[in-house]
């Protein structure tokens, strides 16, 4: 929750409509949530969704409230599947690399920007088009990159100043 209003916070000035941002950093955290937590990253996701729509973000129904909530933890889960079933990553990730890592970035985000498209369509919500799918496309891969980026380097600097090549040990 605190990474989405914090994303809101620092990015509300290119914010395309309610809830599409062209720059999307949650985004990178959710696929990060259920890469790691598979199905229970998955739930914890719908959960912190319906909670940020029970307090009102989207000042909407209970129904489309939870459709909302779903695909935040559906599309994310879909893409750690599309990543383990199609690109030869194991379920432990041990053998992940970057490509593969982009590949889920890629199909989370277009999972992602295309059911929660295609829902505020359904539901009528003024979110709902082509254009805003690009910018959320856009914002989830930006967002996603971005917070990989930092995880990555934030463990290669404590790596760095702990003179540790295994943050395990």
Known sequence: MAFFYFNGFITASIEDARGV????????????????????????????????????????????????????????LLGRHFVIHNLKVSPDLSNINMQQLLGSITAYSFLSSGLHQLWFVARGLDSGSANHFIAMFTGDMAGSILFIAIIKYGIDFIKQKSNKTNLLD
């Open 21 to 76: 941002n062209w720059i999307f950093i949650p985004a990178g955290l959710r696929i990060f949530l259920t890469l790691i937590f598979d199905y229970a990253g998955a739930a914890g996701l719908v959960l912190a969704s319906l909670l940020i729509n029970y307090i009102g973000f989207y000042q909407t129904d209970l129904v489309t409230n939870l459709g909302i909530g779903v695909i935040c933890g559906l599309a994310p």
